[in-house]
């Protein structure tokens, strides 16, 4: 009798354990790794996975997602990763075990991170590249970001306007500044800029003085940093700007290089009279508050409240099991392929237009820009 109360207490114990192993693995169940086992629409948890916390651009692209994601209903895991490639890979593995049905992320370094998300594809997790693509892997479902290559654009074109290039010989002093080369969307920024500053520089109009080559790892700056441009800039101005001659523009990326070319030319005492024209992106308030001041020509705006809101819808349609809405099936392959993209629009801000874009806007109230 005992022996087979034990042998039904076996069998029962090895039913309950195949029932539960093919509640974990079986692949229609969409559980998109929810630990509860539920349909990929009854998984409410999403993880965001930031680069870090000390641009304010990324702190409130995480913010206004939070708010935009939980306003829809889901719980949210956000994490920043202090620009730490393998603090990253760790806090998304821990999302993807976590249980989280979406993952959302900004990549610190886009080839990094093949092997944690081999393990969000195996657990059926979808994964939206946030403003970088994250290159490198089939793991990537779709990406939502602004048009990079106009951004580029935008700021290779306003140098050509403020320096009236296609009317002026000049020649007129450039420097070039732009992100890490780990960051796929600088080729775009720097291609953007250069599809219109080369073919100047081309007819001597535009002179790069410190003799720097044209090309995006001689004007890379690592991890978008400060202090990395500033020395970058004082290196600049001690080779080729103590003679008298005058720095007519700066290309910059965004904001965070801008702001170390701004404070390598104020210590070296250029003063708003005589200031070059530079370029941004982010709009961030110590870059508007030097554009109102007259040390920063211009910035380009991206809202970073409507690529929150784009990409909370996309997180939405992919629960749901639809299709999220797109625009750009062309332009963003990681390698692996085309990635489906949404596209925001940037706007170009600088001080004529900056109460307009900024405040009007409601992105800024007056009193942050002080
Ligand atoms: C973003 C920029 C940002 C930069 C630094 C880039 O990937 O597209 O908007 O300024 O990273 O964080």
Redesign the pocket.
């Known amino acids: 009798m005992k022996k087979i109360y034990k042998k039904v207490t076996a069998v029962l114990i090895v039913l309950t354990m195949m029932f539960s192993l093919a509640a974990c693995t079986s692949g229609d169940s969409g559980s998109g790794g929810s630990s509860s086992g539920g349909s990929k629409k009854d998984n409410k948890k999403v993880g965001i996975a930031m680069?870090?916390k000390d641009?304010q651009?990324?702190s409130e692209d995480g913010a206004y997602m939070k708010e935009a994601m939980e306003k829809a209903g889901y719980t949210v895991d956000i994490q920043y990763a202090n620009n730490d490639i393998g603090v990253q890979a760790s806090q998304i593995e821990n999302m993807i075990t976590g249980g989280c049905g979406t993952l959302v992320i900004?990549s610190i370094d886009g080839g990094a991170l093949s092997e944690v998300l081999e393990k969000a594809k195996a657990a059926d997790i979808a994964v939206i590249a946030y403003?970088?693509l994250i290159m490198n892997t089939d793991a990537v479902t779709y990406y939502a970001?602004?048009d990079?290559e106009k951004?580029g654009i935008m700021q290779g074109q306003y140098i050509a306007d403020k320096l009236d290039l296609e009317n002026q010989a000049g020649p007129f002093n450039i420097e070039l500044f732009t992100?890490p080369t780990d960051?796929n969307?600088?080729n775009f920024?720097f291609g953007g800029a250069m599809s219109v500053l080369q073919k100047y520089i081309d007819e001597g109009k535009l002179v790069i003085k410190s003799g720097t080559e044209v090309s995006l790892a001689a004007c890379a700056t690592p991890n978008?940093s400060t202090e990395e441009a500033q020395k970058r800039m004082e290196n600049i101005i001690t080779k080729s700007y103590t003679g008298g001659e005058k720095l007519d523009a700066v290309l910059s990326?965004?904001?965070?290089v801008a702001n170390g070319i701004t404070n390598a030319l104020v210590a070296a005492g250029y003063t708003a009279e005589d200031f070059p024209i530079i370029t941004g992106?982010?709009c961030e308030i110590t870059s508007v508050r030097n554009m109102i001041k007259g040390l920063q020509a211009m910035s380009v705006f991206?809202d970073t409240r409507e690529l929150a809101n784009v990409t909370a819808d996309m997180v939405e349609a992919i629960m749901k099991g639809e299709e999220p809405e797109i625009n750009n099936t062309e332009d963003y392959d990681n390698g692996t392929g085309i990635i489906p993209t949404y596209l925001c629009e940037p706007q170009v801000a600088d001080i004529d237009n900056y109460k307009e874009v900024l405040i009007d806007s409601g992105y800024y109230t007056e009193d942050r820009l002080k």
Not at 253 to 256: G, K, L, V
């Open positions: 680069p870090t641009l651009r990324w900004a403003d970088r970001t602004f990079n951004i992100g960051d969307n600088v920024y978008w990326s965004n904001d965070s992106q982010d991206v």
